[in-house]
């Protein structure tokens, strides 16, 4: 079975500084990855490439088999126009630090947005669907409030169902808790243990340790634009190889 991401050397640089130095991964479909690492590591670089928010300098991606900004003719790569590539970031679904809901728009309107405008879904079966994501993210009370009247943590919970209402085969999540209040990040969490639970593949960049124990298939640790250490999350996080894992974890744990 062909992975749903493989990632063969690609780079990643702003003018001088060299984001990404080299990462290549395979993710297998209904794995759970866990990206771990300091701040400025390249994690949520890697993410936008993956979801093409970023192009590659070097290097190639593939999503289902696709190989992402390109279509391949005979020998010949060509670059995809704006609306192909669109078309191919349909296959993911992002969940930023930063919620980014519409802030006229109520709950429902804010989750049926996409469907309704991109993938030209009838009004009133996107509506339906809306409201059954929002009971599975526990807020189908909530389907006429607007974000403002909403906590952090349920504003992220409608910013999983509004991803999640495009059908995507992948989920990316960039460190999705990281601006919620430390009360309001279990229930986030428990969303995305009730996904990685369904089957749903996932990349998280996470520093929730114990998340990464609990839910990942695998934990990867970046540094410096650079996968340093990969590998099942009992191996990584408990018995790191390599020095600069194990002074992470130790500085994150303290």
């Known amino acids: 079975m062909n992975p749903i991401v493989r990632a063969v050397d690609v780079r990643k640089?702003?003018?001088e500084f060299q984001a990404l130095k080299g990462i290549t991964l395979d993710v297998e479909t209904g794995e759970v990855l866990c990206v771990i690492g300091p701040s400025g590591s390249g994690k949520s670089t890697f993410l936008r490439c993956i979801n093409q928010l970023e192009a590659i300098s070097d290097g190639a991606l593939w999503v289902n088999g696709e190989l992402l900004?390109?279509?391949?003719?005979?020998?010949?790569?060509?670059?995809?126009?704006?609306?192909?590539?669109?078309?191919?970031?349909?296959?993911?679904?992002?969940?930023?630090?930063?919620?980014?809901?519409?802030?006229?728009m109520t709950v429902l309107e804010n989750v049926i947005e996409g469907p309704v405008q991109v993938l030209r879904r009838a009004r009133n079966e996107a509506c339906d669907e809306?409201?059954?994501?929002?009971?599975?993210?526990?807020?189908?009370?909530?389907?006429?409030?607007?974000?403002?009247?909403?906590?952090?943590?349920?504003?992220?919970?409608?910013?999983i169902a509004r991803a999640l209402a495009m059908h995507p085969e992948l989920m990316l999540f960039d460190e999705p808790t990281s601006a919620l209040d430390p009360e309001l990040v279990g229930e986030v969490l428990a969303v995305m243990r009730d996904l990685a639970k369904s089957g749903m593949t996932m990349i998280v960049v996470t520093?929730?340790?114990?998340?990464a124990r609990e839910v990942a298939n695998r934990v990867v640790f970046m540094d410096q634009g650079q996968i340093v250490e990969a590998g099942p999350p009992e191996q990584v996080l408990s018995q790191p190889r390599q020095r600069r894992t194990q002074d992470f974890i130790s500085a994150v744990l303290a």
């Open 13 to 15: 640089s702003f003018g």
């Open 69 to 104: 900004g390109f279509r391949q003719s005979g020998n010949k790569l060509h670059e995809l126009s704006e609306k192909q590539i669109a078309r191919q970031r349909l296959a993911t679904g992002m969940v930023f630090q930063r919620f980014n809901l519409f802030p006229h």
């Open 130 to 159: 809306a409201r059954a994501l929002l009971e599975r993210v526990g807020l189908g009370h909530k389907c006429d409030a607007y974000p403002v009247e909403l906590s952090g943590g349920q504003q992220q919970r409608v910013a």
């Open 207 to 211: 520093h929730e340790l114990g998340f």
